[in-house]
């Protein structure tokens, strides 16, 4: 079974800044693309940036000039990179990996980030 690992959650005042980690097994982690989606309470979960296995980026319009997704293929890791951030940005963060020719997606177990004064 393919277990993403996250880590980097937390809280963290308005205008603060964190990063999030995901490690991937290799094989996946070369190939597939990957990214961080976002579930706010009783909302659903949506993407907030993707990074292909050429490091080609796009993000949500409501994280862009904010949040940064890179990736680190020495340590099969993407990270995310949250900067400036908001009340509204509170939520279960979880990373996933996508591949076409493989119907169900992988996802991390999530982590919290709560920011608020």
């Known amino acids: 079974q393919v277990q993403l690992v996250e880590s980097g959650g937390g809280l963290v005042q308005p205008g603060g800044s964190l990063r999030l980690s995901c490690g991937a097994p290799?094989?996946?982690?070369?190939?597939?693309?990957m990214g961080w989606y976002r579930q706010p309470p009783g909302k659903q979960r949506d993407v907030v940036a993707l990074?292909?296995?050429?490091?080609?980026?796009s993000y949500a319009d409501s994280v862009k000039g904010r949040f940064t997704i890179s990736r680190d293929n020495a340590k099969n890791t993407v990270y995310l990179q949250m900067n400036s951030l908001k009340p509204e940005d509170t939520a279960v963060y979880y990373c996933?990996?996508?591949?076409?020719?493989?119907?169900?997606?992988?996802w991390g177990q999530g982590t919290q980030v709560t920011v608020s004064s």
């Open positions: 996933n990996a996508y591949h076409p020719y493989n119907p169900s997606p992988y």
């Open positions: 290799e094989n996946i982690f070369r190939t597939y693309r």
């Open positions: 990074i292909t296995s050429a490091s080609s980026t």
